[in-house]
């Protein structure tokens, strides 16, 4: 098993620019979710999924947008990059959302100038 | 909303000393508790995790933890440390009714001199 894989590794964008950060898990796992890292704030829940077609908002989920079309698949999208974007992004997911160990990805690192 | 205040944003310790992380919750239902590793460039992997039962929990790599519900505390243990553990620990929770929405703290960086 690949685990939760996550693409790019590193992305700068310009203020404006919208983008999608791939992330894919192959342990059939309902429940998926991302956050983003960043210095002295801890990981912060931007939009999970309970499962294909169910999406929910976070703590953090404005300037983001997700869909879950299949199990395997969340991507996370960016319509228009703002400097408070910049961040390191991780996908996570787990078999249930009720107190399942998350299993995270390698993480984006994400500029935006 | 549940909350997590890690106490300690950076613990430096000696090789083979004992350590303690400290991690205080914030509920107002009961909740699940989790300890997460994050080695340099690495995503987190699960150190352990308390769910019910045993107030005293043992993890992977020799951690241990221990849920105090009178004192809203998981504060992280383990004996003797090695270079190795030389990491970024966060603590998390989720609450029982709204399980979908987990917390993590600030983090702790823990550094292991020889």
């Known amino acids: 098993n690949a685990g939760v894989t996550q693409t790019p590794k590193f992305q700068v964008l310009k203020t404006g620019q919208s983008m999608t950060l791939q992330c894919a898990q192959d342990?059939?796992?309902?429940?998926m979710s991302w956050y983003r890292q960043d210095p002295g704030m801890g990981l912060r829940l931007i939009h999970y999924?309970?499962?294909?077609?169910?999406?929910d908002q976070g703590e953090v989920p404005n300037g983001y947008n997700v869909s879950r079309s299949t199990t395997e698949d969340f991507p996370l999208r960016l319509l228009s990059a703002a400097p408070s974007q910049t961040s390191v992004y991780f996908c996570?997911?787990?078999?249930?959302?009720?107190?399942?160990?998350?299993?995270f990805g390698p993480g984006t690192r994400l500029t935006v100038l | 909303a549940q909350s997590v205040t890690q106490l300690d944003s950076q613990v430096p310790v000696f090789e083979e000393a004992p350590v303690e992380l400290r991690c205080n919750y914030s509920?107002?239902?009961?909740?699940?508790l989790f300890w997460y590793v994050q080695y340099p460039n690495q995503g987190l992997q699960l150190l352990l995790k308390y769910l019910s039962g045993s107030t005293l929990v043992k993890g992977i790599n020799g951690f241990e933890a221990e849920f105090n519900k009178s004192q809203t505390s998981f504060h992280l243990r383990k004996p003797s440390v090695h270079i190795s553990d030389t990491a970024e620990y966060f603590c998390?929770?989720?609450?029982?009714?709204?399980?979908?929405?987990?917390?993590f703290g600030a983090g702790t960086r823990l550094t292991v001199k020889p």
């Open positions: 342990m059939n796992h309902e429940y």
């Open positions: 999924s309970v499962g294909a077609g169910i999406t």
């Open positions: 996570a997911s787990s078999l249930l959302a009720d107190s399942d160990t998350q299993y």
């Open positions: 998390a929770v989720s609450d029982r009714v709204n399980n979908n929405d987990m917390r």
């Open positions: 509920s107002s239902v009961s909740v699940y």
